[in-house]
């Protein structure tokens, strides 16, 4: 089967430290507090005053007519919104969408209710009067709500408004579900199913029905954050390449790209197992990369929110770097811009193409965070979803 060279580019990111990789790489040295007061959420958050909120994107921000938000949530907007911000750049070039241009996403679960519980207990006070209920439900249902409440609203916006016409996939709910878009995106341009494929995810909006599910999976305090993350996989320049292609230069962009090198999945089903899936992801990873962990300059673990799934993490990563001379930096964005689901590691996929690009990475040092050269042109990211479901995959720079 003929392959083709993947080339991954054009980011797109939005969160609370702003809307690109860089002035997120600058807000993380410079140590800037980005969180906002969460006065505005519909009830209390346990334990937080602030959290990592972004603006809900408007019709005009978004380029869409008003009614398309009110068919969408919070999360879904934020997603056409990072789609926006990617396909910024290529549409410069040419034109954008058609049926070889895919769509590969990773969508939180829905976290808000349908209608509020002072409304349904009007409207069984109300059963045996049908006008009084229409007049309830006139008032109290939001139009569109049920559309409105579907993730599939997400990929239905985003392919309607660009023309994304090609072969798609969702994947929800938990943080594998970005690398997961990644993997299969990558592969859909390599094998040559689209000419190009948009690869994004999403967070959930914060909201106290979050942490209603969060609690219920085991949270163990982190702040949560809101966002999306999106990048373009297209072919590029040089021929058939690997399964996940291999570096170059864009049709058309003339400048360096990076790529995914290579990937693992695995699952761990519970606790006593979840060390061994993540393990054995990272060297799935690392084998079809072509590389072994000596290899890896730079570690974005998944921003785990629960406490068996950090611990677990941990544990892999000591077993996988265990012989290598100088185990390379382990960092998370966390710190600027909460923890974000699925969103998390797709972010992070895009603060390691742009430390790639420059050669430099980032380091935890205590409260601070230092910038430094980048040992080896690869970086390993990590999703470990709350169920066990695990990806890993290795970025490359291409060759300078």
Known sequence: MTT??????????????????????????????TRRPTEALAGPWPDFDTAFL???????????????????????????????????????????????WGLYLGLPTVDEELL????????????????????????????????SHLNSTAAAHISAVFGLTGAMAAYSPFSEAGLTALIDGA??????????ALVG?????????????????????AVPGEGAAFLLAERADGGPGGAAGSGGSAAGSGTPGARLAGYGRAFGAGAEDRTEAIAEAVHAALETAGTDAGGIGWVLPDAAWTTD??????????RVFAGTADRPAQFTSE???????????LAHTLLALHGLASGRRLAADGD???????????ALVLACGARGQVCAVVLEGAEK
């Open 4 to 33: 083709h060279h993947v080339r991954l580019s054009a980011p797109g990111l939005y969160t609370a430290a702003g809307t690109d990789p860089g002035v997120l790489w600058e807000t993380l040295v410079a140590g800037k507090d």
């Open 54 to 100: 972004v603006d809900d994107p408007d019709a005009a921000t978004l380029g869409v007519h008003r009614r398309v938000l009110r068919t969408s949530e919070k999360q879904a907007r934020m997603a056409l919104y990072g789609a926006r911000l990617a396909l910024a750049g290529p549409a410069e070039r040419g034109p954008v969408g058609g049926p070889g």
């Open 116 to 147: 509020r519980f002072g409304a349904l207990d009007r409207l069984h006070k109300a059963a045996g009067s049908p006008g009084e209920v229409a007049a309830l439900y006139g008032r109290e249902v939001p139009p569109f709500s049920g559309l």
């Open 187 to 196: 592969l859909s341009v390599a094998e040559g199913e689209n000419e190009a």
């Open 201 to 221: 995810a999403v967070s959930p909006k914060v909201h106290p029905l979050l942490f209603a599910q969060y609690e219920e999976l085991g949270w163990n305090g």
């Open 309 to 318: 799934g950090a611990r677990a993490q941990s544990a892999a990563l000591d």
């Open 335 to 345: 710190r600027a811009t909460g923890v974000l689901g699925p969103a998390h590691p």
């Open 368 to 378: 601070a965070v230092r910038e430094e050269a980048l040992p080896a042109p690869r």
